[in-house]
């Protein structure tokens, strides 16, 4: 099953990529600018995430009630940011997406960065900060893993919500500087999934978006990332929090989201850690008891190096090194026999399964082909995917196991709950 769309370029630099979908019962709009935190200059953390917030504080026509307006019509609207890109995304009713693209070509052309919008702005974000990582267990684990993983000056090093003391050391000028570099009309790139026609959404576009003026001068230049080395010596670090239960995380520098050997470690990632049939699960959680959960994940970076993590949070009683020395036994084993059949199979399947479950949605569909488009260049790689995940063989597996996830190539953060 492959998805058609169709890719123009606005005068004013926008790109915008359109696919039918005459079943979908609305239109969404999915847009993504390529700025993400790894972009921001050093001192100026957290201005991305930041901006995910100020372009929700009003324009020359809208008050701030942008989620309002399109929510009282029966759609739905958000943004997030990671270090890679920040988007912005709406699904309304099909005849709402002239309102939609109205809405997004006012905050583009005329956001109001006021002294009043960043004060309120800034605040909401150091309160979310408090929430969701300064008051909750295990708060502090994303900004321990990317510490452990990347050096201090990397752009990865930092979580995206930023360091608050340099969020509250930015001025007006600082804010708006930043707005003006990353967000103009050659730096975005827009997908519709709509069950209007192809031309009929590529007018509505070019009504409204496309008469956002042109930015001068050339497009920002983006961070550029060389690749990481593997991790040697087993860096390891160890902290003691009070939180309910103990936590094992084993990472591994890993290829980023475009590179060929991306499908063949997100399967074997899947055999270790995903489900309750992965080797994990199987052998700590089942059998042995040694443990209540497993997990395996990517962070899905997408310049020079990715990070893969294994997590594991054991049963009362059990060592952190005892889970540990298990671990490195089946990705040992992993990386000498491969997996086995079963396990490919299983693993297709899941994929296959996931994908096409994702892709069913309208709204999840325009983000991953903003992603192909952002990752790869190229939209249509979406409908590529599938074929790269299944055509990944036991001895790919086996390669990419002894290549990036091997034991020696670890590191090791043991999260441990304070007695």
Known sequence: MSFAMATRTLDNGVQVTVSRDEFSPGSALNLWYRVGSADETPGSSGFAHLFEHLMFAGSAHVRGDHTEILEALGGVSNATTNHDRTNYFETVPPGALPLALWLEADRLASLRVSGTALRTQRAVV????????DNQ???????????????DSHPYATPTIGIMSELDAASLDDVRAFHSTWYRPDNLHVAVVS????????????????????????????????????????????VRRPVPRSVLHLLWRTPPVAHPDRPAVAVALDIFGAGQACRLHHDLVRDAGMAEAVGAGDFGFTRGTSLSTLTVQPQDGVELPRLEATIVDHLTRLANHGPTDAEISRVRAQMEREWFGGLADAGERADAINEDWSNWGDPDHLNQHLDEW???????????????????ARAVLEYEEAK
Do not use: I
Request: aromatic share 10%.
């Open 195 to 238: 069950p209007q026609s192809d031309d009929e959404v590529f007018h509505l576009v070019n009504k409204y978006l496309g008469d956002v003026p042109a930015a001068s001068g050339p497009p920002p230049k983006r961070a550029h990332l060389d690749p990481l080395p593997s991790f040697s010596n087993v860096p390891r670090l160890t």
């Open 126 to 133: 150091f309160e979310e900060k408090r929430q969701r990582y």
């Open 137 to 151: 267990p295990y708060g502090d684990q994303l900004e321990l893993l990317l510490g452990l993983a990347f050096p």
């Open 390 to 408: 299944l055509a990944v063989t036991a001895e790919d597996v086996a390669r990419v196991a002894a290549t990036w996830l091997g034991p020696d």
